[in-house]
């Protein structure tokens, strides 16, 4: 069975950080995996160290285009096998899980027949996955499309502040709202640090959310960015290594 976690979470509060950490720790347990960039922003491939540029939202287009073709010479064009072809083409494989990169919000014109097409293949592609881990957009406006339907597992990311902790509240009523499909929700606390430590987990009991970690300030994390090194290759030995291998344990794996 496939277990599909969602990592989402204001801007800036390291949820592309959390999902590259939590990526590497499983592929080091040897799990087959899927990363999906579903974030428009497409931070994920720099952070694993992958350097595509070919999205999902690039196939759509193209077979909308070939969609508002006039095709006399083919008029019975199977759609959905053209738009599998080319969602399979864009999928990087790298070492340890493969990538697949959503890209771009739709332009102008409808594409609710090509979402619909997407579905149904992105449902059949993650049954060949062990894991899923999507990156998504701050916000939870993306999960009412369903281009992903059946979330096991949503981590919203959250700063050590009382505002972000007031923010991962606000994302949990959202999911109530919404009625989506998803399974349990979780909260990770970000660069949290000695002095705000307890603060924080009696916060997250006033307002009774799911706690499961707290990574610690690491200052490997800013060293690494600087320097344009990905997060993939953090040391073992790094705190926020350590944290996200603790929070991929109490998840099941």
Do not use: W
């Not at 959390?18 to 922003?41: N, P, Q, T, Y």
């Not at 739709?106 to 060949?128: A, F, H, P, Q, T």
């Amino acid at each position: 069975m496939t277990k599909t976690i969602a990592i989402t979470g204001k801007g800036g509060t390291g949820k592309t950080a959390v999902s590259a950490l939590m990526i590497r720790s499983l592929s080091k347990k040897g799990k087959s995996i899927l990363a999906v960039d579903a974030d428009a922003d497409t931070n994920l491939p720099e952070t694993l160290g992958c350097d595509t540029v070919k999205t999902v939202g690039d196939a759509k287009e193209a077979l909308q285009a070939e969609i508002t073709k006039p095709r006399p010479d083919n008029p019975d064009m199977n759609k959905e096998s053209i738009l599998k072809s080319k969602v399979y083409e864009i999928i990087e494989e790298m070492p340890g899980y493969d990538l697949l990169v959503m890209g771009r919000p739709e332009g102008s014109g409808c594409y609710c027949y090509v979402n619909n097409l997407l579905r149904g293949i992105i449902d059949k592609l993650v049954m060949n996955y062990e894991v899923v881990i999507i990156d998504a957009e701050a916000g939870l406006e993306h999960f009412s499309r369903k281009i992903i339907r059946d979330i096991d597992d949503l981590i919203v990311v959250t700063d050590a502040s009382r505002r972000g902790f007031r923010t991962a509240e606000r994302i949990h009523e959202l999911v109530d709202e919404l009625g989506s499909n998803i399974g349990r929700i979780h909260v990770v606390a970000n660069k949290v640090t000695e002095s705000n430590r307890e603060e924080l987990v009696k916060l997250a009991g006033d307002l009774k959310l799911n706690l499961i970690g707290m990574i610690p300030l690491d200052h490997k994390i800013e060293e690494m960015d600087i320097k344009g090194v990905p997060l993939f290759e953090i040391p073992d030995d790094a705190a926020a290594a350590i944290e996200v291998e603790k929070i991929v344990q109490k998840l099941g794996f």
